[in-house]
């Protein structure tokens, strides 16, 4: 059980505690249900220096000298406290191993690792970037010393002569935060005069634990570890072990020489293992209270031959030196502990279970209060305990109510918007130490109009509870379980109701607006960041730090040991408030983020005719990301390709996944189908901007797909445009190209382009013919089963201005996703890509699934990219090119005849398509896996030129040209070398020769 079974490792050490004292409320000054502040009976002036409260504080009577005792000039004062100034960092400082227990019998001081570091540490800033991290000491209710939560993330133990860059031998993640358990009053008995007396002799008893399952659970494998320490690796191994519990004690607070300096605490502390049902802060075993109030609680586990004793802080020490030890010893020395005589562990019937001689436990340092003797009558143990000798005595408290949420923060009710914000903890009960349900568990508030509470039964089973925790009013108080010798506490703390902040514009916070609202508080009772850093009233400072005062106050944050306030008090209306002032200060700067010096902003269109030609660069826009999402998709090799680089040892079978997807091929495509899926539906995108042109009396655009400097020009975007083979680097950059509206981005986007066409689509007059109908051909391809499902009848149609902005914003919400809380975003270009992009980033090594083809291949030497040279290569290339020529063509020449009719139904749209797949699509994968004829890069489709020739507008005279063309292209792929091309691409282009002869013919219909 924890501590109280073996393996144990014993601790000993120095607390350093900078622990602010000005919040404690000793002249009820300070208002903790609305944070206001007060002096001389009236709330402080904000206009007022916040030295001026300071300087009223350390005047105030009574006040002490520098040995503290009372004098009228004394340095310190009882309502600033010791340290005002303090900034809540607490850590441990040279903490070693003081003895290890493997087994029973006596402590080992001689071990191997007698001697090793321990360290308490806090959380990692990502924000600051910064190590060496503080722990937190916080106090729930400053007025009340058993409020202590100390809130920190790591825990190391290191070689006895490690150096700060030294390998911890173990360290482990804190999961949550720990509050004191015991606070003991008199464990220290002489008194010495000064007003910090009641201080000096307090204890608190801490737990924390360390789940085993944890990823950060790490004893560290290049560093040959003592064999004592890896006998505690191997208890661990046990199934009912779920790691260690970490058990400590500070007392013996030292003097404090002048105002506003840390303290140092005595700090012991002992290992164990955790085990299953055992809470993880506070200790287990059979609870015994003691009778007389400078005695602590004693924790028993009774064995089958030895009785184990839990009592850090049970017995006090007598006496106390005057003055620290010295610089490295910064505490007081202390006497021996009382001596009670021999102590008798009794049933209630006064039959002795055991025996703990006085030379045992007054031999503290050595085992810190945990002691094992031998068990004399078990069959006496299964009684309510008792722990007696002539001047001490304990008794059990046989139920232990206790959660590991003891101290809790709530927000208050919203009681305009009808809100509350509960928390749900869990209860544990347990009678003489086992897991029990209690017969009448009835927790209550100490303050019952300050708190809601609602018990229900827990899905853990018998011996637990869930507690129901609703903040009715702001304030200060406790939670009470159970009655009696049993009754144990919860501190609960309900923050201010600053609700109504919520509904503050963000353009009124202003600096002055935010001072007087939170940072004036915590400038008046917490003065550190005035002493050490900056004054929270000088608005410059502020305003330069605003980002990361807003990061530092994120809720989201609430748990680390960075966190702002640190004292945990600060609501979350007040917290978001930190953004909206974040966001003013942004807006202020916002004159150096437009257009660079010298350009001018992107126009609004403000004609049809500009309107067209906006509409025509959208449509060269979607075809370039189009060709760039499908040249990375055929970069990367298919499903078979890639089942063969598995086994050639290339590739690991969580990469295929990741590149190509499942074995089946039904939803999972990985990769390479996420670009092809995006690249189709770009596709439609060129084909509903284009039925948004003609619904404007323009014919049918094919457009002209541009890359580099031609693309930048056209455009206007500074992200490059580029047939380059996939990679994470070209994966960003199509996230890039998706980037919506509703998230800022600088300069010119994608989204750009749409929403100035809305606006002049919605604007403009007179764009559409009055009555003209529906123009442009539906259809229904890569619509969502969103779209589907709340508009099944839509088929691309544009006929007037609600249809044509309905048609944009299908483009942009396809693109983009609507909005972060839309049902589109999921599903959205912009969304899928940045999943993707999630998923290469979070792969152990990186993986790049992509062919080396050259980046911008073309068939020619020009200014942009780089010309093939392999001859079976360019050869392929002029194929594919003539093939992109056939398919746009073939589009321009449906439009040309019935601009509004089917696309679906179209012979001529059906075998354009048929030619992206069953021609371009394999011709693009061949070239992928063909060399260049640069060294050691591949070719690849080149940026194909838009058609160089037209057809003629009669449709059986287009048609014979179209089947002459696709004639010429397979009499030409069949001319080139066996195996340079396939069949199937070259009987594609033979089997529409004759369906487009047969058109032209009127043999068959003009639609399917």
Known sequence: MSILDLPRLHFRGFARANVPTANRNTHGHIDIATNVVSMAGEPFDLSRSPSEFHAHLKQLPPRFNAAGKPDPEGVFSQAAGYNACGNNHF????????????????????????????????????????????????????AEPDTTLIYAGQFTLSGEQAGPNTPSLF??????????????????????????????????????????????????????????????QQALAAEDVLGLTVQYAVFNMSTPLKPDTPVFYDLVGSIGLWRRDELATYP???????????????????????????????????????????????????????????????????????????????????????????????????????????????????????????????????????????????????????????????PRAEDGEMLALDLEPSARGEGYAELRVTGRRPGATRIVLGDGLERQHIGVRVLPDDWHLDDV?????????????????????????????????????????????????????????YYMPSTRELSQPKARLFLKYLTQVEAAAKTGLGTAPGSAPVPAIGSKAELVEELKTAIDLELSLMLQYLYAAYSIPNYEQGMQLVAAGRWQAGELELACGGADRRRNSGARGTLLEIAHEEMIHYLLVNNVLMALGEPFYAGRPLLGEQARQRFGLDTEFALEPF?????????????????????KSVATFYAAIRRALADLPQLFATGGGKSGGEHHLFLKELTNRAFPAYQLEVSDRD???????????????????????ATSHFQRLRALAGQFAARDKPFEPALPALKNPRIEPGAEGSQVNDAKALALMRLYQGGYELTFLMMAHHFAQKPA??????????????????????????????????????????????????????????????AQKCLELASYGRSLEAGVVGLAPIEMLEFFNQQLTDLSQGKMSREA
């Open 284 to 442: 287990a075993g059979r609870l015994l209270l003691p009778r007389q109030a400078s005695l602590g609680p004693v924790m028993v586990k009774v064995h089958a031959d030895r009785v184990s004793l839990n009592m850090p802080t049970a017995i006090p020490f007598t006496t106390r030196a005057a003055s620290a030890v010295s610089e490295q010893h910064p505490t007081h020395a202390l006497g021996g502990q009382q001596a009670l005589g021999d102590l008798r562990l009794e049933d209630d019937a006064g039959r002795l279970i055991a025996r703990i001689p006085e030379a045992l436990y007054l031999d503290y340092w050595r085992h810190h209060g945990v002691v094992d003797v031998p068990l004399q009558h078990a069959d006496a143990a299964a009684g309510t305990l008792r722990l007696v000798s002539a001047l001490g005595q304990w008794a059990e408290a046989d139920w232990v109510l206790q959660s590991d949420s003891n101290q809790l923060y709530l927000e208050a009710p919203n009681r305009a918007k009808g809100l509350d914000y509960p928390q749900t903890i869990t209860l544990q009960s347990r009678f003489r130490g086992a897991l029990a349900a209690h017969p009448a568990l009835a």
């Open 727 to 747: 990679s994470e680097h070209v994966l960003a950059r199509f996230v890039r190209f998706e980037w919506p509206d509703y998230l800022p981005t600088p300069g």
């Open 91 to 142: 850590s441990w400082e040279n903490t070693r191993i003081t003895g290890v227990q493997l087994e029973e019998g006596s402590v080992d001081t001689g071990d191997a690792l007698v001697g090793a570091k321990l360290a308490l540490w806090g959380h990692y800033n990502d924000y600051l970037r910064t190590t060496f991290n503080r722990a937190r000491w916080v106090d729930n209710n400053p």
């Open 505 to 561: 514009p963000a353009e009124q916070v202003d600096y002055a607006f935010l001072y007087r609202h939170v940072m004036s508080y915590y400038e008046l009772i917490y003065p550190f960041m005035a002493d050490k850093v900056f004054s929270l009233a000088d608005q410059c400072k502020c305003e330069t730090y605003s980002r990361l005062m807003w990061q530092m106050c994120d809720p989201q944050n609430r748990d680390k040991s």
């Open 803 to 825: 249809s044509a902005l309905f048609a944009i914003d299908f483009v942009t919400g396809q693109g983009e996703g609507v909005a972060l809380d839309s049902p589109h975003f």
């Open 171 to 232: 360290s482990a993640e804190i999961e949550q935060a720990h509050s004191v358990r015991w606070l003991g009053n008199g464990h220290i008995t002489e008194r010495s005069g000064h007003f910090l007396d009641e201080e000096f002799g307090r204890s608190r008893l801490f737990q924390f634990s360390l789940a085993k399952q944890a990823a950060h659970f790490l004893f560290n494998p290049e560093v040959p570890l003592p064999a004592s320490l890896c006998a505690l």
């Open 901 to 962: 009719g089917s696309l679906r139904r179209s012979r001529l749209m059906n075998a354009s398509i048929d030619i992206m797949t069953g021609v371009l699509r394999p011709l693009s994968a061949a070239l992928m896996n063909m060399p260049s004829g640069l060294p050691g890069r591949n070719a690849g489709p080149p940026l194909p030129a838009p058609p160089a020739a037209t057809v003629s507008a009669d449709y059986s005279e287009g048609c014979a040209q179209l």
